[in-house]
């Protein structure tokens, strides 16, 4: 139980008496920072969260869009952080099983799982390696039971995650507009509780998910079940066909205390409900241990008795188990009975609205001591620092990971996982492109530009699909709230998405804080993750074979922006330098530029340059379809730099565009008609990566070695360490 003496008071003053047991339990779980948001709720306000394609209905665990034609997607992340770092696999599997339900929960089928991954230095630390491995198995056996394909997202390795573990997973829903759960309730209706059992797993984890973790509560992770699961997605969405629901939520954090509560309190109602009706895992279970465990795989279903039968018989179908546990009343009370006997009798109005809190904030110390620049001892062989940098944890191919997932199943899945971003086919001849990105390394060096630069990125990610942004999920992933200088950087985050989401008109159609996350060797780096999701009306660019003779162009500068940068970091273990900043209207210009090239199908490849760098970028597209470079770094546009600031500086708003070389003339006028700053830097051939500053060759690296190390390293490290 984790009140503060300050709530205790509250909450005695709120009801004018001593709160039982089983009340303060629920409002423990409910008032939680896990599933109150009692530091953030007051800041999030700032971001815009409507625009032209947004639904918004009462109690949607998700963000919803109108795709047009009567379709809508709907988008949700959740983290399972605290859980994955004591029992990696079955905390990454529950994470999975958690978004899943929140997309369910809005009447659509789920159709796409991505995952946003971080752990400590797997090249030094063997329980990283075992973090990773676990939390990887878990996510690809969850989802590859379900059939729902895993078609993205990231993975970053850094010290600040030693012994810890951020698991963020997103999902992707589709379905007509007329099926959305329109949640209402009338006195009188049934409160029933269909999936899992039960049990005493998972009891208290909102709590420990709101605490910094520093003891390994293994009875507060939730054991999962993905075939109960898949049984319960194929139940609900028969009983939504039938007209059979008129609410449903999910049961996550919190369990019964918070999906109760938040029901009732969202539609105006109250709720009295037995214990002894919930189907348990085993006998003997106190009120309070089934109110707030959080066993997976369970929903809420508000029905009324008419339409009771019918839902009893999908269940049964369905070989799921469903209970009556109780039923809707007039007032706003939720009323927990274990028979005849009162456990508690609290307002929902109490139990769903915690006191929002305004903590201080105030900038840390640590960013005054961040070196501007410095002169680094020079680089004679680009070559091998390239080879390092190709084959290091956080830009190698991460083809061990997604090469785990099914990312095919379903049939929708167009763009596969290792491009830029990933692309879904949708019903109604469109496509829907999404990415997941972040980058602790230079929000820990500038919070807010950090942040912005993660969000563009993400932009230009689904861009170079062909799609444009049409909305956004944050993941806040920060340290103890309670320290005003961890506030100050999760603020400046905030202040930066809102101002780009605003400028873009990118609407937030949902997201989520983590906080607290924090281990005995202190803080992690500010840590946030942001989804775009981009609307493609005909055509996806799906990457061609790039063949000698196609030219390279690169669209947007590069500038003296290393702070953060891998290059940095992992080759000159330096923290500092100059964060990389986007200028939005730059931004914009190049994203439009990009996307009419698209649109004129004048781009075999575009592929959008960040960790690493031009070098790294272009190796790619090198190493990808086997082909060699040359390219000069004397035409690189941007400011007049030395020749690794301009290989591995990474400057925001800049693509690399594969063009056959008779469209080169087209491509150009495009470009010089949006005033957008670019230069054909050079063209593929061979079988050699080289870079060249005139006559002198900087890089020369063959393409199969490169290869080799790009794709296998990741691999290698986690089997062998």
């Known amino acids: 139980m984790s009140l503060e003496p300050q709530e205790l008071e509250d909450l005695k003053s709120k009801i004018g008496r001593e709160p039982t047991s089983t009340e303060l339990q629920i409002v423990a779980a409910e008032w939680s920072e896990h599933c109150s948001y009692k530091s953030s709720k007051k800041h999030l306000k700032m971001l815009p969260m409507t625009g032209p394609l947004v639904i918004s209905e009462k109690g949607y665990d998700s963000g919803v869009l109108d795709v047009g034609d009567g379709y809508v997607i709907t988008a949700h992340i959740e983290s399972h952080n605290h859980p994955s770092a004591v029992e990696p696999y079955g905390g990454a599997a529950t994470g999975v099983g958690g978004v899943i339900r929140d997309i369910l929960s809005a009447g659509t089928r789920p159709i796409a799982i991505f995952d946003g991954l971080r752990f400590g230095d797997i090249e030094k630390d063997q329980q990283a390696r075992w973090l990773f491995k676990n939390a990887v198995t878990g996510i690809a056996d969850y989802g590859n039971c379900l059939g729902i394909p895993t078609i993205g997202g990231e993975v970053e390795f850094d010290e600040c995650y030693s012994n810890y573990a951020l698991v963020d997973v997103a999902a992707i829903g589709f379905g007509k507009k007329e ?93 009295e409900m037995d214990v002894d009706k919930v189907h348990t895992k085993e006998s003997g279970m106190h009120p309070d241990e089934i109110m707030v465990s959080e066993s997976q795989e369970r929903m809420l279903i508000v029905t009324n008795k008419k339409k009771l039968k019918k839902l009893q018989e999908i269940c049964k179908k369905f070989s799921i188990t469903c209970s009556v546990i109780g039923h809707v009343t007039s007032g706003n009370l939720m009323h927990v009975k274990k028979g005849a006997k009162t456990f508690a009798n609290i307002s929902t109005d109490v139990v769903a609205n915690a006191h929002l809190l305004d903590r201080p904030s105030k900038k840390p110390a640590y960013l005054d001591a961040i070196q501007k620049e410095k002169k680094l001892k020079p680089i004679t062989n680009l070559s091998k620092t390239l080879m390092r940098l190709i084959s290091s944890p956080n830009i190698a191919s991460k083809i061990w990971v997604y090469s785990q997932y099914d990312h095919e199943v379903g049939i929708r899945t167009v763009v596969k996982p290792g491009k830029d971003a990933s692309v ?112 493609i009306d005909k055509k996806p660019l799906i990457p061609q074979k790039v063949l000698d003779g196609d030219s390279l162009i690169m669209i947007g500068d590069t500038k003296d922006e290393l702070g953060g940068s891998e290059y940095y970091e992992y080759i000159h273990k330096f923290i500092g330098g100059n964060c990389p900043k ?57 400011e007049k730099l030395s020749d690794d600031k301009k290989l591995f500086s990474e400057s925001h708003s800049r693509y690399l565009a594969v063009i056959d070389k008779k469209n080169i003339k087209k491509v150009e006028e495009t470009l010089q008609k949006n005033k957008v700053s670019y230069k054909t830097i050079g063209k593929f051939t061979g079988n050699k990566i080289q870079f060249n500053h005139g006559k002198n060759t900087v890089i020369d690296l063959s393409v199969d070695k490169a290869q080799k190390a790009w794709v296998s390293s990741l691999g290698e490290l986690v089997t062998h360490g």
């Open 179 to 271: 099926n959305l759960i329109k949640n209402h309730a009338n006195k009188g209706d049934l409160v029933v509780l269909m999936g899992g059992s039960t049990g005493r797993d998972g009891i208290g984890g909102s709590q420990f998910a709101s605490d910094s973790l520093e003891s390994e509560d293994r009875s507060a992770v939730q054991v999962p079940d993905p075939f109960i699961e898949k049984l319960v997605i194929e139940a609900i969405l028969e009983a939504r066909n039938h007209n059979l629901i008129n609410a449903l939520k999910d049961l996550g954090g919190g369990g019964l205390s918070c999906a109760v509560s938040e029901t009732a309190d969202t539609l105006g109602i109250g709720i």
């Open 582 to 638: 986007v200028d939005f209207a730059e931004s914009k210009k190049n994203m439009k530029s990009v996307l009419d090239l698209i649109k004129k199908q004048l781009l075999k490849v575009c592929h959008d340059c960040s960790k690493g760098g031009l070098a790294v970028a272009a190796s790619e597209i090198c190493m990808t379809n086997q082909i060699g470079c040359q390219l000069s770094l004397e035409k690189v546009p941007g």
């Open 424 to 535: 879904l086919r949708l019903d109604n001849g469109k496509f829907l492109s999404a990415k997941i990105d972040g980058n602790p390394k230079q929000c820990y060096i500038n919070p807010r530009e950090g942040a912005i630069g993660c969000f563009e990125e993400a932009c230009r990610n689904v861009v170079c699909t062909g799609a444009k942004p049409i909305g956004m999920l944050d993941h806040l992933q920060f340290g103890n709230p309670e320290d005003p200088e961890i506030f100050w950087t999760f603020l400046e985050s905030l202040k930066g998405l809102t101002d780009f989401a605003k400028y873009f008109k990118i609407p937030c159609i949902g997201g989520k804080v983590s906080l607290y996350n924090e281990t005995p060797s202190g803080p992690i780096k500010p840590t946030p993750l942001i989804g775009v999701l981009g609307l």
